[in-house]
Each structure stands twice: as C-alpha cells, then as structure tokens.
C-alpha cells in the first residue's frame, strides 16, 4: 500500500510541475538542478555578515542557536532579525518571486538562516548528511556563500537528476525516502567564491560535504507555502517557535 501512495504522491508532483510550474528566473532547475550566480554579495558585506555569526554564534545565551550533537554544524534561525540593515542586499522578494514561479505554490511566509561549519571529527557536514528536503514536493533553497569554499570546507554536494525522474530509479532511491546513507550515482559539489549564490531543487539528494579543514560561513533563504510555517520550522530545534512569530508580525 504505501508504494502505490509514493507512486500517486511521485505522479502527482510531477504533474503539477510541469503543468503549472518551473517557469520564471529559475526555470533551468528543472534540467540543471543547482545553479550558482556570482558576486550575489558584496565582499564587505560577506566579512560583515561572518563578523556577525561568530558574534552570535558563539553567545551561550542566544534564544535562536541550533547546534548539532558535535557543535560542527551551527545555525542562527531567523537571522533577519540580526541583521535589519544588512537584508536589502538579500533581495529576498525577487528571490521569492522567482522560487514561486519555479514551484508553481505561494509563498506565505519566509526565513533567513545563518549557517557556520567548523572541522570537528566524525562530523557529518551541514544538514548532517545526504537528504532530500521533501520526497515528493519540488522546494527550492538560495543559499548565499559568505567566504571561499572548496572541497575542504564543507562544499554543497547533490545528486543532479534527482529532483525529477526517479521513477525509473525506485530501487536506487526509493521512493518516499528523505535520508540516504550512500549514493549510486556521482555526487557534484559546489566550490565558489564569496558572495556567490547557489540556488538548488532540494528535492534533489543532497548535503553538506563533512568538512575536513577551516570553516564554511553560509546564509540560506527557507520559503515556506503556509502562513505558519516558519514557526513550524523551528519546532523540534529546542527553540522557542513563537520568536519566528514574533519576527514576522513585527
């Protein structure tokens, strides 16, 4: 029973895509997967924005930080809030303009995470490791570089392909399966300089490689088609869901 649910799941968002969606700025997911644009941000602002993480990152105190079990993996949610000034240079409207004519859904609510990566042993690298951000539904993250990264400080990686036709690969990649341990096929990663943007289906399989050296600084733009939804974002972080609230209403 459950893969004839996955299957109609599978069918219907594939349909929906390509008769309402992958149109606008990003259009080229749809064969491409991921796409990158450089010089995004500035590089002032880039050394602004990290000078701001390691502040916050490094508060035991901050009502916003999600650390993982290694404290490899540190995340700042609603990291517009810390940097009011700084958001212009995001252009988070044209990026939503372009993400919702790319899945074809409203956006109803929106967040900013600060993201920053550090060499811990047995580290599984940001996201904790290869994933898909839904089985079924299309999503699209923008996920702006704050420093240089190269395959020692935990580059993107992903799967090209895999957000569209894996009906002919259910037995590689099940269908309904978010989290993978290895993958058949070779992984990308993406190496680019500060400032860059990386825009990506995260219906694809994907991940933060570990990270071998140094540390990797990143902002990601999470779009949610619901009104509640960010709040419902930080359920389970141990972070207290109405900060999200609160940021939005005011």
């Not at 600084?217 to 609160?246: C, E, H, M, N, W």
Request: hydrophobic share 40%.
């Amino acid at each position: 029973m459950n893969s004839l649910v996955n299957y109609t799941k599978a069918i219907a968002a594939s349909a929906w895509m390509n008769s309402f969606a992958t149109h606008g700025e990003f259009r080229e997911l749809k064969e491409a997967t991921a796409l990158v644009i450089a010089n995004a941000l500035t590089p002032q602002t880039c050394r602004e924005l990290i000078s701001r993480i390691d502040s916050i990152a490094d508060d035991p105190s901050h009502p916003r930080v999600w650390r993982d079990g290694l404290a490899s993996d540190t995340r700042i949610l609603g990291f517009e809030q810390d940097m009011v000034d700084l958001v212009r240079f995001f252009d988070v409207p044209r990026r939503i303009a372009a993400i919702d004519a790319y899945t074809g859904r409203k956006t109803k609510s929106w967040t900013l995470m600060a993201n920053r990566v550090v060499q811990k042993e047995n580290n599984l690298g940001s996201g904790g490791g290869l994933h898909r951000d839904s089985p079924f539904s299309h999503q699209v993250k923008c996920i702006w570089y704050l420093n240089d990264v190269t395959g020692e400080n935990g580059p993107f990686q992903y799967v090209p392909g895999t957000h569209f036709n894996l009906l002919g690969k259910r037995e590689i990649y099940p269908l309904g399966q978010s989290r993978f341990e290895r993958v058949e096929d070779e992984l990308l990663e993406v190496h680019a300089k500060a400032g860059s943007l990386l825009v990506c289906d995260t219906k694809c399989i994907h991940g933060g490689k570990p990270i071998k050296s140094g540390k990797r600084y990143a902002v990601t733009l999470y779009t949610l088609p619901k009104v509640d939804g960010v709040a419902t974002l930080f359920k389970g972080s141990g972070i207290d869901p109405q900060l999200a609230v609160r940021a939005k209403a005011g």
